[in-house]
């Protein structure tokens, strides 16, 4: 029977979760046509210390966990750094060996780049960041627009079916198989290297925006650069990180990388505070993973009333530092 | 040195999603439209190149005859002319919308020379599909390499920063060479009046594509659900501090 493959996105032996995601609702797509799971690598070497997290103990935990009956791993010496077009070259021979049904992976921004590339080389539709797939004749799928602000619903009309499907939003739901592990050397063409990493800068450091726990924002009625002392000073008392609209980079006042929003970055924080922010759909596409939000706005009918949890009616200029001060004083 | 740059109109929505009552499309009587910021960042880069390097910038876009404003704000920033894919406003797939592209840029380039450069966005504000420029590149069997935030020439290649969990992943290709960009790599200048009066006369080429029946078809578009919840309010101004932050004890984050 045809099966069903999905690209799986590791690090250190561990599979991303908007991967282990993608099995669940890949799965239930299946509908009893086997589950099967690719996983990229470079030549694994047979040495590896017992007991340790490698891709093998990865691929085999697949079946027992998550119900994949057979797991593909691709290994080849050009493949430490990342190449996508040597990745969609993999993922596309291996869909055409097994005469997959379907395709699936993550819509990460890897997942969505190695497939479009899939769809590009194949001249296959692709529909990215769905949250829904049913199988039929014609696959009827809901997928997210605008950055999730909007769902649309579609048909997709593929005799190979490709599909990503948008991070949490499908809990990962445990399920058993007999797993079999494949390993193979794929073939690969110079051209499918031209574009690779060459070079990786580590992260900064610090409070990282998509990690934080605690994002205190600041949008246009912050007033300016200077203004987001008191800002910045709430963050540091909640070892938080600073987050801004659009309307503050495109200002100048805050560097992009503080941006919270559809072309921004996505936070899921405990607590995000939003000082001076009106709640436009595209900023809140950002910060819809947040747990609680607090709206901070002089205006009690600003769009971002209807989408948090809880408001301060008032000038930021006055609540913020009144906030920082109350803390200090409970210290 | 030519570069293109790919731009999509779309609505600028406000605080919610409001659909017309066929569910079919957005209701945009009241709004205004623009660009994604990820394309604002690609004419930017454009305009920036031609500047320092000496050349052409275009700015292509397909959509109904109003993008023709899209187009005009592009030339007001610097671009130096257009082409205008012109469409009724029905909704175009990303396979459809690539090949007409395809179809344009090999039109452009057999009169005026091929483009060192394309840009497009990473993905396009309304639809997001992730896939026009990759899908541009394959056809045209030249690199392509998304996401970036930064972006320098050097010689007859180009090096190319991608954002990756706080750090940079960097890659190096050769031109011609498309690029997909997200808001960031620069940021973009405002118009001056100048350069808007100048715009009015630049170029622009119209043409009317065909189009091939989607693969990926629109139903219907769904507000979803969860928002529309009321906030509880904490209180008014500087004296709702202590009912602050007794919510951020029990919520655990002091
Ligand atoms: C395709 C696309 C993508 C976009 N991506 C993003 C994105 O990633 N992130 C993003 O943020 N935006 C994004 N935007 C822009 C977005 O639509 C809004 O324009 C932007 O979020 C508005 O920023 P703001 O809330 O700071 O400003 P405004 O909308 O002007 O709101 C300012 C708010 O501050 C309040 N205020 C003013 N003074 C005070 C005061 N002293 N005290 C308290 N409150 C005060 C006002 O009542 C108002 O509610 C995008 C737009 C498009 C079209
Ligand atoms: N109708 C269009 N006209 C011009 N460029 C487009 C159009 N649709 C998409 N693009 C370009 O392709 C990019 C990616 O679009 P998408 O694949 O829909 O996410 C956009 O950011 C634009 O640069």
Redesign the interface.
């Known amino acids: 029977m045809a099966p069903v493959l999905v690209l799986v996105e590791h690090t250190d032996g561990e599979a991303s979760d908007p991967s282990l995601q993608t099995l669940t609702l890949a799965r239930s797509f299946a509908k009893g046509q086997p589950l099967h799971a690719l996983l990229i690598t470079t030549p694994i070497q047979s040495d590896l210390e017992p007991g340790r997290h490698t891709i093998l103990d990865l691929a085999q935990d697949l079946g027992p966990r998550h119900g994949v009956e057979a797991a593909h791993i691709a290994e080849h010496e050009e493949l430490g750094s990342?190449a996508?077009d040597a990745w969609a070259a993999v993922l596309g021979q291996l869909g055409d060996r097994l005469d997959a049904s379907a395709m699936f992976a993550a819509g990460t921004?890897r997942g969505?780049?190695v497939m479009?590339?899939v769809?590009?080389?194949t001249g296959l539709?692709?529909?990215?960041?769905c949250v829904s797939v049913t199988p039929g004749s014609s696959v009827?799928l809901?997928r997210?627009?605008?950055?999730?602000?909007?769902?649309?619903?579609?048909?997709?009309?593929?005799p190979r079916p490709l599909i990503?499907v948008a991070p949490h939003t499908v809990p990962i739901e445990a399920a058993r198989a007999e797993t079999t592990v494949e390993r193979f050397t794929p073939q690969l063409k110079e051209q499918e290297l031209?574009?690779?990493?060459?070079?990786?800068?580590?992260?900064?450091g610090g409070v990282?925006l998509?990690e934080a726990?605690?994002v205190v924002s600041g949008g246009r009625g912050v007033g300016s650069k200077e203004g987001f002392a008191i800002i910045e000073e709430l963050a540091r008392?909640?070892g938080?990180a600073v987050g801004c609209s659009?309307v503050v980079?495109?200002a100048?006042w805050r560097?992009?990388?503080d941006?919270v929003g559809?072309?921004?970055t996505k936070i899921a924080p405990?607590?995000y505070i939003a000082c001076g922010i009106?709640?436009?759909?595209?900023h809140?596409a950002g910060c819809r993973g947040a747990?609680?939000?607090?709206?901070i706005n002089s205006d009690?009918e600003?769009?971002?009333?209807?989408?948090?949890?809880?408001?301060?009616?008032?000038?930021l200029k006055?609540?913020v530092?009144?906030?920082s001060?109350?803390?200090r004083r409970?210290r | 040195m030519r570069v293109l740059v790919c731009v999509k109109r779309v609505p600028f929505t406000g605080g919610k999603m409001v659909l017309v009552s066929d569910s079919m499309a957005l209701e945009t009587r009241h709004l205004g439209f623009t660009i994604s910021p990820h394309e604002e960042c690609g004419v930017e880069e454009a305009v920036r190149l031609i500047e320092s390097q000496k050349g052409e910038s275009v700015v292509l876009t397909l959509g109904p005859p109003e993008a023709v404003e899209q187009l005009r704000d592009a030339m007001a920033l610097g671009i130096d002319r257009a082409i205008h894919l012109q469409t009724g406003g029905e909704e175009w797939d990303a396979e459809a919308t690539a090949a007409a592209i395809v179809e344009a840029i090999r039109a452009d380039e057999a009169a005026s020379g091929p483009f060192d450069l394309i840009f497009f966005g990473n993905e396009s504000a309304d639809s997001g599909g992730y896939q026009v420029g990759l899908r541009v590149a394959r056809e045209l069997a030249r690199p392509c390499v998304t996401g970036l935030k930064g972006l320098a020439i050097e010689g007859s290649s180009v090096r190319c920063e991608q954002e990756v969990e706080g750090g940079r992943d960097i890659y190096a290709v050769p031109t011609p060479a498309v690029v997909t960009v997200k808001e960031g790599l620069n940021l973009p200048r405002y118009p001056s009046v100048p350069g808007r009066m100048r715009a009015g006369r630049k170029p622009v080429v119209v043409t009317t594509p065909a189009r091939s029946p989607a693969r990926l078809e629109l139903a219907r578009l769904v507000v979803p659900p969860g928002q529309g919840r009321r906030a509880e309010i904490l209180g008014n101004g500087a004296s709702a501090a202590p009912a602050v932050v007794e919510m951020m004890r029990k919520i655990g984050v002091v």
Request: net charge negative.
């Open positions: 990342f996508p921004d969505n780049e479009a590339r769809a590009a080389r539709p692709l529909a990215t960041n009827t809901t997210q627009r605008w950055g999730g602000s909007l769902l649309e619903e579609a048909l997709l009309h593929s990503t031209v574009v690779r990493v060459v070079e990786r800068v580590p992260p900064a990282s998509a726990k605690v008392l909640l938080g659009r980079t495109s100048g560097p992009h990388t941006q559809q072309t921004g405990e607590l009106s709640g436009a759909t595209q809140m747990k609680r939000i607090l709206a009690a600003a769009p971002i009333m209807q989408n948090a949890d809880y408001a301060v009616v008032g000038d006055e609540v530092p009144a906030i001060a109350e803390i409970q």
